[in-house]
């Protein structure tokens, strides 16, 4: 898990971040704004900086001291280490400023009074008694975040329609769950990912799948540098492309891509046009700096 997830985690714990209930700041050449694409991942990055940014502006302006996040995009390909080359100069090193260390705003935030530190979420994320937004999502249940709060205000200043960001922004991201549960959940794969973990017993790593060694990575409490990682993280991958593991697993994700947008055709357009459209305030806002 990454440090930023690290410390939103830790806020949602203190109650006030969404609950369910049932890197870049230079301008580049881009192509033209039109809803019939995605945003780039440089795109994306560009976005998240500038929320942020507007976030940390909002907080300091309330009196309230708060550190930017840095951008951690979720993983390309989730299911298996397909890279050998990677693999074996990085491990399952994921990168990141403040590596394992608690984020500058968790340490802030617990070293606050409780009065002050209540004040201090509130301001980031409103209340529940505030007016909310809600999504439903894809995967199931509902997410609601007050429409109060430097997180709400930063997002309506950015792409115009707070309510609607935070829903269709819900749902997309829900989407990478219920792919990565019906791309893992196809007999295809499982039959793939048996040839993968005899290779992987042939190479002296006896895990069943690559969720075992994350789970494993997260117990070890170590970084995923250490050689012995690094030779785990080398013949995940040498494996994932000797049995054919990798492929299967990339031509199920794009079938099960394709029919995801074709399901949530609207709220994907809706999620394109509102980030394509919140560039140009995106670029001004982090070239000002």
């Known amino acids: 898990m990454s440090p930023s997830s690290r410390w939103r985690r830790w806020l949602a714990f203190a109650g006030v971040l969404a609950t369910v209930a049932a890197g870049s700041g230079a301008a580049v050449p881009t192509p033209a704004l039109t809803a019939s694409r995605d945003p780039t991942p440089r795109e994306e990055a560009l976005l998240h900086d500038a929320e942020e940014l507007l976030i940390q502006r ?13 951008y951690a995009p979720p993983p390309a390909f989730p299911y298996v ?35 002050r530190r209540h004040a201090w979420l509130l301001a980031i994320h409103g209340s529940l ?13 509902r997410v609601r975040h007050s429409s109060r709060g430097c997180t709400s205000q930063a997002q309506q200043q950015l792409y115009g329609d707070a309510r ?23 007999p295809a794969f499982a039959t793939a ?3 993968w973990a005899a290779c992987m017993r042939g190479q002296g790593q006896a895990f069943a799948s690559p969720v075992e060694i994350r789970v494993a990575l997260d117990n070890s409490r170590q970084n995923g540098t250490e050689a012995r990682w690094r030779r785990t993280a080398v013949a995940e991958a040498t494996c994932a492309l000797r049995t054919g593991f990798a492929a299967t697993a990339h031509r199920l994700d794009r079938h099960y891509e394709q029919r995801i947008r074709a399901r949530y055709r609207e709220e994907l357009a809706t999620w394109r046009r509102l980030s394509l459209s919140a560039l140009p305030r995106a670029r001004t806002l982090t070239e000002s700096l």
């Open 58 to 70: 909002c907080m300091r302006h309330g009196g309230f001291a708060y550190w930017v996040v840095e």
């Open 81 to 115: 280490v397909d890279d050998v080359n990677a693999a074996g100069a990085r491990g399952y090193d994921t990168g990141g400023t403040h590596g394992g260390s608690p984020h500058p705003n968790q340490v802030h935030g617990m070293s606050l009074p409780p009065e």
């Open 129 to 141: 008694t505030d007016e909310q937004f809600e999504a439903n999502l894809p995967s199931g249940g």
């Open 164 to 186: 609607t960001w935070f829903r269709v922004k819900e749902i997309r991201t829900s989407l990478r769950a219920v792919r990565y549960e019906a791309v893992s959940g196809d």
């Open 193 to 195: 990912m048996a040839g």
